[in-house]
């Protein structure tokens, strides 16, 4: 997950529209245990584009948990 959150946040640095990338990101921030910071990037996804359902779905269970 750590390479992988490396390599997403180099994607989101180029392109900071990209939702996938951010939603990529967040999941990859979870998998190395970074809830705070997972979350954060998926609010940064839903602010660029509301009409998602993965970052809400992925931000309710960060937050039941």
Known sequence: ??????AFESV???D???TEAYNLLGLAYRG???MNDAVKTWEKS???NPE???PKKFIDEAKSK
């Open 52 to 54: 998602q359902s993965m």
């Open 12 to 14: 989101v640095k180029k």
């Open 1 to 6: 997950p750590e390479e992988a959150a490396r």
């Open 46 to 48: 839903l602010k660029i």
């Open 32 to 34: 190395c245990g970074k």
């Open 16 to 18: 900071r529209e990209d």
